[in-house]
């Protein structure tokens, strides 16, 4: 899976002229991947997180508000959008 997405996720969308830009592009996806981007099996941790056992369940709690504050947003905003009427 992780490499599906490297894929297509990351590689199929920069420029690879030659080995060396493949191997920094896939560097760059790996590095990003474990400590930035924060994967759903591990609840919203990074592997570096739970490797270094940083993830803590305050930041479990404050991630738990901000995804209750994002689908709050999402609603307020749909709602003030008006659609126009659908003739079809």
Same mark, same amino acid.
């Given at each position: 899976?992780?490499?599906?997405?490297?894929?297509?996720?990351?590689?199929?969308?920069?420029?690879?002229?030659?080995?060396? /830009? &493949?191997?920094? @592009?896939?560097?760059?996806? &790996?590095? $990003? /991947?474990?400590?930035?981007? =924060?994967? /759903?099996?591990?609840? @919203?941790?990074? =592997?570096?997180?739970?490797?270094? @056992?940083?993830?803590?369940? $305050?930041?479990?709690?404050?991630?738990? $508000?901000?995804?209750? $504050?994002?689908?709050?947003?999402?609603?307020?905003?749909?709602?003030?959008?008006?659609?126009? =009427?659908?003739?079809?």
């Amino acid at each position: 899976m992780l490499f599906h997405r490297m894929k297509h996720r990351y590689l199929f969308t920069i420029l690879l002229s030659n080995f060396d /830009s &493949l191997v920094k @592009g896939a560097d760059f996806y &790996l590095t $990003e /991947s474990n400590t930035c981007i =924060p994967h /759903s099996a591990l609840k @919203g941790a990074t =592997p570096e997180e739970i490797i270094t @056992g940083s993830w803590t369940e $305050e930041k479990k709690m404050e991630l738990k $508000e901000k995804i209750i $504050e994002a689908r709050q947003l999402r609603i307020e905003t749909n709602k003030a959008v008006r659609s126009s =009427p659908c003739f079809a």
